[in-house]
Protein backbone atom coordinates (compact mmCIF):
# COMPACT_ATOMS: atom_id res chain seq x y z
CA UNK A 1 0.00 0.00 0.00
CA UNK A 2 2.51 2.34 0.77
CA UNK A 3 4.39 1.60 -2.98
CA UNK A 4 0.79 2.66 -4.17
CA UNK A 5 0.59 6.14 -2.30
CA UNK A 6 4.14 6.49 -3.43
CA UNK A 7 3.64 5.86 -6.81
CA UNK A 8 0.57 8.32 -6.81
CA UNK A 9 2.56 11.19 -4.17
CA UNK A 10 -0.82 11.04 -2.33
CA UNK A 11 -1.90 9.34 0.73
CA UNK A 12 -5.07 9.00 2.74
CA UNK A 13 -4.84 9.77 6.10
CA UNK A 14 -6.27 8.33 9.09
CA UNK A 15 -6.61 4.99 7.64
CA UNK A 16 -7.07 1.42 9.97
CA UNK A 17 -6.33 -1.79 8.06
CA UNK A 18 -7.59 -4.81 9.42
CA UNK A 19 -6.02 -8.13 8.07
CA UNK A 20 -8.19 -11.88 8.04
CA UNK A 21 -5.81 -13.83 6.15
CA UNK A 22 -6.52 -17.23 5.49
CA UNK A 23 -3.18 -18.51 3.49
CA UNK A 24 -0.20 -19.74 5.78
CA UNK A 25 3.36 -17.75 5.28
CA UNK A 26 6.27 -18.64 4.28
CA UNK A 27 4.39 -22.29 2.68
CA UNK A 28 5.09 -21.59 -0.81
CA UNK A 29 1.30 -20.70 -1.04
CA UNK A 30 1.58 -17.53 -2.41
CA UNK A 31 0.94 -15.35 0.86
CA UNK A 32 3.18 -13.02 0.44
CA UNK A 33 1.75 -12.17 -3.16
CA UNK A 34 -1.45 -11.91 -1.98
CA UNK A 35 -0.35 -8.99 0.70
CA UNK A 36 0.99 -7.04 -2.19
CA UNK A 37 -1.80 -7.30 -4.55
CA UNK A 38 -4.70 -6.53 -1.91
CA UNK A 39 -2.85 -3.65 -0.36
CA UNK A 40 -2.46 -1.93 -4.10
CA UNK A 41 -5.88 -2.67 -5.00
CA UNK A 42 -6.85 -1.12 -1.51
CA UNK A 43 -5.12 1.66 -2.20
CA UNK A 44 -6.46 2.33 -5.49
CA UNK A 45 -9.66 2.20 -4.37
CA UNK A 46 -9.55 4.30 -1.60
CA UNK A 47 -8.33 6.95 -4.04
CA UNK A 48 -11.27 6.30 -6.62
CA UNK A 49 -9.38 3.63 -8.60
CA UNK A 50 -7.18 6.31 -10.73
CA UNK A 51 -4.84 3.13 -11.60
CA UNK A 52 -5.07 0.43 -14.39
CA UNK A 53 -5.02 -3.30 -14.39
CA UNK A 54 -1.38 -2.96 -15.87
CA UNK A 55 -0.34 -0.13 -13.51
CA UNK A 56 -1.74 -2.19 -10.47
CA UNK A 57 0.42 -4.83 -11.38
CA UNK A 58 3.28 -3.10 -11.89
CA UNK A 59 3.31 -1.34 -8.73
CA UNK A 60 2.83 -4.66 -6.88
CA UNK A 61 5.10 -6.78 -8.85
CA UNK A 62 7.69 -4.16 -8.58
CA UNK A 63 9.76 -5.42 -5.77
CA UNK A 64 9.53 -9.19 -6.06
CA UNK A 65 9.49 -11.76 -9.13
CA UNK A 66 5.99 -11.28 -10.95
CA UNK A 67 4.57 -14.66 -11.35
CA UNK A 68 2.82 -14.86 -7.98
CA UNK A 69 1.59 -11.20 -8.14
CA UNK A 70 0.16 -12.04 -11.91
CA UNK A 71 -1.71 -15.32 -10.68
CA UNK A 72 -3.04 -13.43 -7.32
CA UNK A 73 -4.40 -10.91 -9.04
CA UNK A 74 -5.80 -12.58 -12.47
CA UNK A 75 -6.41 -15.94 -11.51
CA UNK A 76 -5.57 -19.23 -14.17
CA UNK A 77 -2.34 -19.84 -14.82
CA UNK A 78 -0.34 -17.09 -14.76
CA UNK A 79 3.05 -16.25 -16.65
CA UNK A 80 5.25 -13.41 -16.47
CA UNK A 81 8.97 -11.86 -17.56
CA UNK A 82 10.06 -8.64 -16.77
CA UNK A 83 11.92 -6.68 -19.11
CA UNK A 84 13.94 -3.32 -17.68
CA UNK A 85 10.56 -1.22 -16.53
CA UNK A 86 8.44 -3.53 -18.58
CA UNK A 87 6.16 -5.96 -17.42
CA UNK A 88 4.95 -8.72 -19.84
CA UNK A 89 2.22 -10.76 -18.17
CA UNK A 90 -0.76 -13.84 -19.26
CA UNK A 91 -3.27 -15.33 -17.70
CA UNK A 92 -3.96 -18.44 -19.06
CA UNK A 93 -7.13 -20.37 -19.19
CA UNK A 94 -7.03 -23.55 -16.92
CA UNK A 95 -10.02 -26.30 -16.18
CA UNK A 96 -11.20 -26.01 -12.47
CA UNK A 97 -10.77 -29.32 -10.34
CA UNK A 98 -10.04 -30.24 -6.86
CA UNK A 99 -6.39 -29.32 -5.69
CA UNK A 100 -5.14 -31.34 -2.91
CA UNK A 101 -3.08 -29.06 -0.57
CA UNK A 102 -0.85 -30.43 2.53
CA UNK A 103 1.50 -28.13 4.77
CA UNK A 104 3.68 -29.49 7.24
CA UNK A 105 4.73 -28.03 10.68
CA UNK A 106 8.29 -27.90 10.06
CA UNK A 107 10.50 -25.62 12.23
CA UNK A 108 13.18 -23.19 10.43
CA UNK A 109 12.40 -24.53 7.59
CA UNK A 110 13.73 -21.77 5.23
CA UNK A 111 13.87 -22.21 0.80
CA UNK A 112 16.57 -24.12 -0.51
CA UNK A 113 19.14 -22.63 -2.39
CA UNK A 114 19.22 -23.23 -5.94
CA UNK A 115 22.19 -25.28 -6.84
CA UNK A 116 25.30 -22.93 -8.58
CA UNK A 117 25.81 -25.20 -11.40
CA UNK A 118 22.35 -27.58 -12.68
CA UNK A 119 22.61 -30.37 -15.60
CA UNK A 120 21.77 -29.29 -18.90
CA UNK A 121 20.24 -32.63 -19.66
CA UNK A 122 17.68 -31.98 -16.44
CA UNK A 123 17.06 -28.46 -17.48
CA UNK A 124 16.30 -29.64 -20.99
CA UNK A 125 13.93 -32.42 -19.63
CA UNK A 126 12.51 -29.89 -17.48
CA UNK A 127 11.78 -27.36 -20.58
CA UNK A 128 10.69 -30.42 -22.53
CA UNK A 129 7.28 -30.37 -20.38
CA UNK A 130 6.57 -27.33 -20.07
CA UNK A 131 4.07 -27.09 -22.93
CA UNK A 132 2.32 -30.77 -22.16
CA UNK A 133 2.10 -29.15 -18.42
CA UNK A 134 0.50 -25.75 -19.76
CA UNK A 135 -2.02 -28.35 -22.01
CA UNK A 136 -2.60 -30.53 -19.14
CA UNK A 137 -3.79 -27.56 -16.79
CA UNK A 138 -6.30 -26.27 -20.21
CA UNK A 139 -7.92 -29.14 -20.58
CA UNK A 140 -7.95 -30.37 -17.08
CA UNK A 141 -6.02 -33.61 -18.50
CA UNK A 142 -4.76 -35.02 -14.97
CA UNK A 143 -3.27 -38.13 -16.42
CA UNK A 144 -0.82 -36.00 -18.82
CA UNK A 145 -0.45 -33.70 -15.24
CA UNK A 146 1.08 -36.55 -13.91
CA UNK A 147 3.44 -36.98 -16.73
CA UNK A 148 4.37 -33.64 -17.32
CA UNK A 149 4.62 -32.12 -13.73
CA UNK A 150 8.04 -34.62 -13.25
CA UNK A 151 10.33 -32.13 -12.14
CA UNK A 152 14.88 -32.71 -12.22
CA UNK A 153 15.38 -28.89 -10.84
CA UNK A 154 13.22 -27.59 -7.99
CA UNK A 155 11.58 -30.57 -6.51
CA UNK A 156 14.73 -32.55 -5.88
CA UNK A 157 16.67 -30.53 -3.90
CA UNK A 158 13.83 -29.09 -1.86
CA UNK A 159 12.53 -32.07 -1.03
CA UNK A 160 15.83 -32.85 1.21
CA UNK A 161 14.43 -30.34 3.62
CA UNK A 162 10.85 -31.65 4.18
CA UNK A 163 10.87 -34.05 6.84
CA UNK A 164 9.39 -37.69 5.25
CA UNK A 165 8.45 -36.02 1.95
CA UNK A 166 9.01 -39.21 0.06
CA UNK A 167 6.80 -41.37 2.20
CA UNK A 168 4.23 -39.07 1.90
CA UNK A 169 4.27 -38.80 -1.82
CA UNK A 170 4.32 -42.26 -1.83
CA UNK A 171 1.28 -42.77 0.33
CA UNK A 172 -0.48 -39.86 -1.54
CA UNK A 173 -0.16 -42.44 -4.66
CA UNK A 174 -0.95 -45.29 -3.11
CA UNK A 175 -4.38 -43.52 -2.08
CA UNK A 176 -5.04 -42.49 -5.43
CA UNK A 177 -3.10 -39.67 -6.34
CA UNK A 178 -2.17 -39.52 -9.84
CA UNK A 179 0.68 -36.52 -9.55
CA UNK A 180 2.65 -34.86 -6.29
CA UNK A 181 4.92 -31.83 -6.15
CA UNK A 182 6.03 -28.67 -3.86
CA UNK A 183 4.46 -25.30 -3.99
CA UNK A 184 7.23 -23.08 -4.98
CA UNK A 185 10.02 -23.16 -2.48
CA UNK A 186 7.66 -25.42 0.20
CA UNK A 187 7.26 -26.67 2.45
CA UNK A 188 4.00 -27.28 1.18
CA UNK A 189 3.02 -30.13 -1.33
CA UNK A 190 0.34 -30.22 -4.13
CA UNK A 191 -1.73 -33.81 -5.19
CA UNK A 192 -4.07 -33.86 -7.97
CA UNK A 193 -6.23 -36.97 -7.86
CA UNK A 194 -9.58 -37.22 -10.20
CA UNK A 195 -11.42 -38.18 -6.98
CA UNK A 196 -11.11 -38.83 -3.20
CA UNK A 197 -9.67 -36.20 -3.11
CA UNK A 198 -10.48 -35.41 1.05
CA UNK A 199 -9.20 -38.93 1.60
CA UNK A 200 -5.84 -38.50 0.18
CA UNK A 201 -5.30 -35.13 1.61
CA UNK A 202 -6.43 -37.17 5.04
CA UNK A 203 -3.79 -39.76 4.31
CA UNK A 204 -1.00 -37.49 3.55
CA UNK A 205 -1.65 -35.61 6.68
CA UNK A 206 -1.65 -38.96 8.49
CA UNK A 207 1.96 -39.75 6.83
CA UNK A 208 3.37 -36.60 8.13
CA UNK A 209 2.00 -38.03 11.48
CA UNK A 210 4.10 -40.88 11.52
CA UNK A 211 7.20 -39.33 11.04
CA UNK A 212 6.30 -36.94 13.70
CA UNK A 213 5.49 -34.36 11.88
CA UNK A 214 2.28 -32.14 12.39
CA UNK A 215 0.60 -31.17 9.29
CA UNK A 216 -2.58 -29.60 7.78
CA UNK A 217 -4.69 -30.13 5.14
CA UNK A 218 -6.89 -28.45 2.67
CA UNK A 219 -8.77 -29.75 -0.66
CA UNK A 220 -9.60 -26.20 -2.47
CA UNK A 221 -11.18 -25.02 -6.39
CA UNK A 222 -8.36 -24.18 -8.70
CA UNK A 223 -9.48 -20.24 -9.08
CA UNK A 224 -9.81 -18.88 -12.36
CA UNK A 225 -11.20 -15.43 -11.41
CA UNK A 226 -8.70 -13.23 -9.28
CA UNK A 227 -9.27 -10.68 -7.53
CA UNK A 228 -12.72 -9.25 -6.26
CA UNK A 229 -13.09 -6.73 -4.47
CA UNK A 230 -16.06 -6.56 -1.86
CA UNK A 231 -16.94 -3.21 -0.26
CA UNK A 232 -18.74 -3.03 3.00
CA UNK A 233 -19.88 0.23 4.56
CA UNK A 234 -21.65 0.96 7.81
CA UNK A 235 -24.69 1.98 8.65
Avoid at 117 to 131: A, H
Avoid at 170 to 190: E, F, H, K, M, N
Wanted: charged letters at 20%.
Amino acid sequence: MGRFFQQLEKTQLGIHIKIDNAIPLKSGLGAEDAFRVAGVLGANHLMGNPCDRDTLLKIAAAAEWPVGVVAALLGGLATAARENSRLIYRALPVTPFPLIVVLPQLEQYAPAAPPEQIDRSDMLYDLSRVPLLIEALRQGDLELLAYAIDDKLQVSHVAAQITGYQYVADTARQSGALAVTIASDGPALLAFAEKQQQTIANNMKQAFQKVGVAARSWVLPIDTQGVVISEVRSA
